[in-house]
C-alpha cells in the first residue's frame, strides 16, 4: 500500500503484458493489410487451410506474416490498374479544397474576430447550426443541384467546392479562436502607420497565425482526402473516381481483389496518419471546445 | 421638407425598378409565347400535311405506282414540303429525291430509317394494348432553322406495314415583338406619377398608394395587351390551319378520283389535326371549319394561367416598391457602405454556405413535401407536392412485427425498427468507447510506467487510419470463408460463422468495428484529463485514509467529467451519423435489419431513387439530433448551475 520507490517496479509487470497484449490485437488489423499486401496474392486468406487442417496449419492462417514476401500488388495496382490516377484525383481534390478551404476560413474568420457588424452573431449562430445538418439531408439537395442541374456530376470541382464548404464552420471557428488571442495593439499600431484592414490581415494577422492556419489547412487537406460519401454518390465515371471510391471498388460488390485493396490503403493512409499524429493534439482540444459551445 | 422630397425619391426609384421588372418579364413572356405559338403551328401544320398524306397512301397501298404518282403528285404542288418519303418493311417505296432512286432496299447506312419504322409500329401496337396513349406515334425530329422532320405509321387491314416520312421547308421565326410598347406604358406610368405625386406633395401614405395603383395598373395594361395580341396571334393560326385543312381534303379527294381509287373509308380530315398520340385535338372540324366551343375552352384555360402569372409578377414587383420606397433598401445600403470592409471579408465564405449549406438545407425540407423521385426532377415543385404525406408514411407505420405462418417476424424497413436499432448502436459504441478508452486511460496513467508515448502512439493507430478503409478491413476479415476471425475460430475448434446472415451477429461486425475505431479517442481525452489532476490531492486522500476505490469515485470521476462529458456528447453524434461502418461493413444484411437511419434514408434516395420520401427520413433525423442537443444543452447548463 505504502509508496516507495523500490516496490513500486514490479508491479508494472501484469499491466505491461496487459498493455502489450491489447496493443497486438488493436493493430492487427493493420498487421493483416501489411500482410496481404505484402503477399503478392489477391486473396483475402493469409495461408490456404486444408479441409482437414492441423492446428499449426490453422494457427499459420492467422499469422500476419507473408507466405512469401513480394512488392508485386504495390507495382500492379499503381501499373496495371487505374489507381495511380484515382490517387492523382485525390490529391488534386484535397489540395484545391486545402487552397479554396484555407482562402474562405481565414477571411471569415478575421471578420468575425476584427469587426463588429450587423449580422455577426447571427453568421456566427448559423455556422455552428449547420454542423447539425445531418450528411444525407445535404446529401439529396447536393446531388440534385450539382448533378442535375449544373451537370458537375464526376467533376473535381464540384467535388472541390462542397468539401472546401462544409469545412468552413470548423475552421472559421477555430480560426477566429486563435486570431481573437492575438493583441489588438499590433494592429493599432499598424493603423497609426496608415495601414489599411488589408494590409494587415496580410501583414499582420497571417504571420502570427502561422500554426493555426497550418491547422486549418491541413484538417481541409484530410476532409477531401479521407472523405468517401459524396465522392461516391457524385463520381460515376470510373477514371474520375477519387481514392477512397477507387478502394471500395476494388472489393465492393463481386469484385475480390484484397491485394489491390491493401497495397492500395498502405499508400493511401501513409499520409494521413503521419498528419494525424501530428495534428492530434490539436483535434482534441478544437473538437472538445466545439462541443463544450454548442 | 426635405424629408418629403427624400419620400418622394425612393418611391420613383422603388416604381421605376417595379416597372422594369415586371414590364420586361411579361415582355420576355410573352415573347417566350409568341416562339412557342409559331413553333407548335409549324409542328400541326407538319401533322396536318403528313396525316393527310398517309390518309392518301393507305388508300392507294403503301407500295405501286399509284402510290408513287399520288406522292409525286402532292410534293409539286406543296412547296412546304421539301421531301416526301414512303417505306415499307426493308424498301423505300417512294421518294421525292430523285438521287433516291426508288423504288429499291434500304442501304446498311439507312438503318436508322428502318429502326424508326420499328418504333413507330411498336409504339402503336403497345398503345393498343394498353388502351393508352403512352408513346409517340408520330415521331418529330428538329432539323436546322425550323424545319421538321416528321414520321407517322402507315396501317393496311388493321396493322402497320409502313410509314410516311415528311421534311418540311425552314419556317421563318416570327419577330420578337415591340420594345417600344412597355417602354411608352413605363413612361406613361412614371410621368402620371411625377405630376400627381407633385401635387401630394410630401405625404408618406399618399404617396404609397399612388405609386402602387400606378404600379399596379401599368403592369395590367400592358398584361391587357400581351394577352389580346397572344389570342390574335392564335385565332390567325387556326385559320391558316383550317384553311391547309380544306386545301389537302380537297386535293385527296381529286387526287384519288383523278387514279380511278374508290375510297375504302371516308375521309375524316378532322383527325389530321392530332397530337403526336394521333390523337385529334378537336379544335378543326372534318369542314375545315373551327369548333368554337373547344377553343374558346382552350383559350379559358391559357388565360387562367397568365392570370396565375400577372398576379405573381404584380406580388413580385410590389416587393420591389415597397423595399425601395419605404427606405429599407437605403438603410440597407447604408449598413453595407459602412460595415464594407467586415462584409468584404465575411462575403465568400457566407456565399459558398448559402449556397452549398444552407440552400440545399431548405431544399431539402421543401423536397420532403413532395414525391420527388429520379423521374420527376424536372417538373416545378407544384406538381409533385404530396404535402404531410411522406411524413404520415414514414411515422405513421406501426406495423414493426409480422405475424406469417412461420411465426412472428420482424419488419427491418420500419422506421421505428431503424430507430431502435440505431439508439441500440449508438448506446453500445459510446458505452464501449468510453470504458476501454478510460480503462487504458487509468492504465497510462500509472506513475512510472515505462514506454508509455510508445504505447499512447500505437494504441491511436486505429483513430488515424481513415475509417472508410477500417470497415472494409473488417469486413474483409469476417468473410464467411476466408475471414481471419473465423480462422481463429475454427482453431479452438469452433465451426465458422456466417456474420452477415443473422442480425445479431452482423450487429457484432459493426460493433467491433466501430469499437476498434472509437476507444483512442476516449483515450486520448481521459488521459489528457487525467494528467491535469494535481497528484497533491491524492496524497491528501491516502493521508485521511481513502481507499483506491474511494479514491477513484471522489478524485478521478469528478475531475474527469469536464473533459468526458463533451466527448461523449459528441461521440453520441458521431456514431448515430456513422454512415461508412454501417454502410460498408454490414450493408445493412441481412434484410435491411442493421441498417441506422442515415444509411437508409441513403438507401433509399440512391438505390430506390425515392428523393422526396429520403428528404423526409433525413429532416426527421435533423429533428431528432436538434431534440438530442436541446436536451443536452438543458442537462449541461443544469449541471453547471449546480456546480
Redesign the interface.
Known sequence: MKERPGTDEPSHLPLHIFLIIFTFLSLYPIFWVFTIAFSGQQSLAIADVPANATFVERLRAIIPWPKEFSTSNFVSVMKDQPFARWLLNSAIVAAATTVVGVFLACTAAYAFSRFIFPGRRAGLMSFLVSQMFPGTLMLIPLYIILVKWLGLGSSRIGLVFVYATVSIPFCVWMLKGYFDTIPKELEEAAIMDGASPGTIFVRIILPLAKPAVAVTALFSFMTGWNEFILAATFMDKEVMYTAPVGLRFFVGGFSQQWGYFAAGSIIVSIPVVALFMFLQKYLVSGLTAGAVKG | MAAGMLHRRRFAIGLILGLIVGLSVLFALYREARNEIASQAAERSGIISLLSLTQLVSETGPSGDAMRQAVSAVASSDSSLKKISVIKGVSLEASTVPQDSAPRRLKRDEKPIFDLGQRLRAAVQTNREEQVARKNEIEIQQIDNGALRLAAPVEEEGSVTGFVMIETSPSAKPSPPSIVTPIIVGLIALAVFLAVGFLFGEKRTALAILALVILSAALAAYGMMVKRATEADNMSVENKLAKQLSEQSTRSAGLLTQLGITPKAQAKPGLWDADVYRTPRGILTDQGTINKTVLAKKEQSFEQQVNKFQIGILVLCLAILAFFGFGVASKLIQ?IVL?R??????T???V??L???????L???V?SFTGSTLYN?EKPLTEIWTGLRNYYDILGDFSIVKRSDQGISINFQNFYWTFLFTVVWTFCNVTIGVVVGLI?AL??N??????RPL?R??????????????A??????F?QQ???IN??I??FGGTPVSWFEKPFTSFLTALTTNG?LS?P?MM??SL?ALQSIPSDLYEAARVDGASRWQQFRSITLPSLKP?LV??I??SVVWTF?M??II??VTAGEPAGSTEIL?TQ??KI??QQYR?GY??A???I??LI??VY?SIQNKLTKATEAIA
Request: proline share 5%; net charge positive.
Open positions: 449598413t460595415n470592409q467586415a462584409y468584404l471579408y465575411v465568400p465564405a457566407m459558398a454556405m449556397v452549398l449549406v444552407f440552400f440545399p438545407f431544399y431539402g425540407i423536397l426532377t487504458l492504465i497510462l500509472t506513475k512510472g510506467l515505462a514506454l504505447y502512439v500505437l494504441l491511436i493507430f486505429p483513430w488515424a487510419m481513415p475509417n472508410y478503409i477500417t472494409l478491413i473488417w469486413r474483409g476479415m468473410h476466408f475471414g481471419v480462422q481463429i475454427q482453431l476498434w476507444f479517442f486520448v481525452v489528457g473533459a463533451p466527448a456528447i459528441l451519423n454512415f461508412n454502410f460498408l442515415i434514408a441513403y434516395a440512391f428523393y429520403a428528404a427520413y433525413s429532416t433525423i435533423f439530433l436538434l442537443g
